[in-house]
């Protein structure tokens, strides 16, 4: 037994070193991920694997990515072009993985915390190569940057700040002064970090989003207009201190404007995406234009053209619109789908449940100026906090069968007790039934 829980400490810990690693690389993440894949397959109870698969977030997710499969048969592209198109949602099939394993892990804080350590560190750098560039770990175009893009850190910074958030309320709620001012400490470098130093404008979307969707879960009116009441005048100074945000936002309508890519050219390039990819959806409304036929058809378009005409992408920076172009309207049925089934996964109040929510609600209204789905980073992030704390969520939501399940499993590492429910337990008599208690893990 000293092994088994050898066994299940290692197996957590691989996840968690997914996630840590997740902000500062794109290669360990996915090394990781295999080597937990490979350590977890042998204890999966396959019987209750194959009945979670029907279950909705099980389901549609893996609906999802079989039409990408079969998208690979009608698509025009290149077969190179439609393998490609298959990789981005290859990390999906490991959800369902990730659900069943958390159903009976204990640990999946330590994957939440491994990653926000993890992000608190990028973001004390974050601060220091703002001063001192030449620290960078990596070479990119944006100060305050240590690795990768702005587009990545924002996604991590804002995610972690708004997870904090139930804790910093729970701790005040409970006069747990320092609890409290620490994490409300974090959620304002984090915050001040996006505002003053880099940030994707995307953050500027989705943030109030999540700010509205925690006072209607956790605040009081009361409360809630007092929070506001104080973003408001916060905002005000912010903007009248903050001369990155001023700029960032008066960007939007140079970019705007902008003819070509020689220059800042972002917001313009968008609306192109976007235009040229109505007209291809129009084209195969139904079915779509096959997996991989982004790029085939952005070239097909460009021929003859100059300026941000002449551009070709392979992402239209919109998930919508890059499953619409693909998939057609079945594939954007199933995004919705797949995305309603992981947000009723956290109807609970508890931090579990908030993580997974913010999580999901991140990305989707994120996926509104960009495809984060299918990124590579914010997908995986999406992937290991769904899966995770989606777990988390079914396991107490049932914690009966979850029990019982370890009882099988580990019965030396079990205690039963018996117990007979009496009338001031109940008004119901019930028969004698054994209660599963379960020793804490070393």
């Known amino acids: 037994m000293c092994r088994s829980a050898a066994y299940a400490r290692t197996t957590d810990a691989l996840i968690a070193l997914a996630a840590a690693s997740l902000p500062w690389s ?10 937990w894949l490979v350590a977890v397959i042998p204890t999966i109870d396959w019987e209750q694997f194959v009945l979670d698969l029907a279950t909705p977030a099980c389901a549609l997710t893996l609906a999802l990515v079989a039409l990408a499969l079969v998208g690979m048969v009608w698509s025009e592209a290149s077969w190179a072009e439609r393998l490609h198109g298959i990789k981005p949602l290859g990390k999906l099939l490991a959800l369902p993985f990730l659900l069943a394993y958390f159903q009976r892990s204990q640990r999946g804080l330590w994957v939440f915390a491994a990653f926000l350590i993890s992000c608190t560190l990028m973001m004390i750098l974050s601060w220091i190569v703002l001063a001192l560039p030449q620290l960078k770990l990596a070479h990119t175009a944006s100060a305050g940057v240590p690795v990768k893009n702005y587009l990545d850190q924002s996604q991590e910074f804002a995610l972690c700040a708004f997870a904090l958030a139930l804790p910093a309320l729970t701790a005040l709620r409970a006069r747990q002064w320092a609890a409290a001012t620490f994490y409300l400490a974090l959620i304002l470098l984090f915050v001040a970090n996006m505002l003053y130093v880099v940030s994707a404008r995307t953050a500027l979307v989705y943030m109030p989003v999540l700010l509205i969707l925690f006072a209607s879960l956790h605040l009081s009116r009361q409360a809630t207009r007092a929070l506001f009441a104080g973003v408001a005048l916060v905002s005000l100074v912010i903007w009248t201190t903050s001369p990155y945000l001023r700029q960032r936002i008066a960007d939007v309508t140079v970019e705007y404007h902008a003819q070509d890519i020689s220059g800042i050219a972002s917001t313009a390039q ?29 070239t097909r378009d460009a021929a003859g053209q100059t300026g941000l005409q002449a551009e070709v992408v392979n992402n239209p920076h919109n998930q919508t619109l890059n499953v619409a172009i693909q998939w057609g309207l079945i594939g954007v049925f199933l995004l919705y789908a797949m995305w309603i089934s992981h947000v009723r996964l956290f109807a609970g109040r508890d931090l ?24 590579f980073h914010e997908g995986w992030i999406y992937v290991i906090g769904v ?56």
């Open 352 to 375: 579990v449940a908030w993580i997974g929510l913010v999580v999901v609600v991140q990305n989707i209204t994120s996926s509104l100026l960009n495809s984060h789905l299918t990124d």
């Open 387 to 442: 899966g995770v704390a989606g777990g988390m969520a079914l396991r107490n939501r049932r914690p009966e069968k979850m029990l019982t399940g370890l009882a099988a499993a580990e019965p030396s590492r079990i205690r039963v007790k018996d117990h007979t429910v009496s009338d001031s337990d109940s008004p119901v008599i019930l028969p004698r039934t054994p209660i599963i208690t379960r020793e804490p893990w070393v």
């Open 26 to 35: 794109t290669s360990a993440p996915a090394i990781f991920m295999v080597l």
């Open 270 to 298: 968008r609306l192109t995406y976007w235009q040229k990819s109505l007209k291809f959806i129009a084209e195969a409304p139904i079915l779509g234009h096959g997996t991989g036929s982004i790029k085939y058809l952005f």
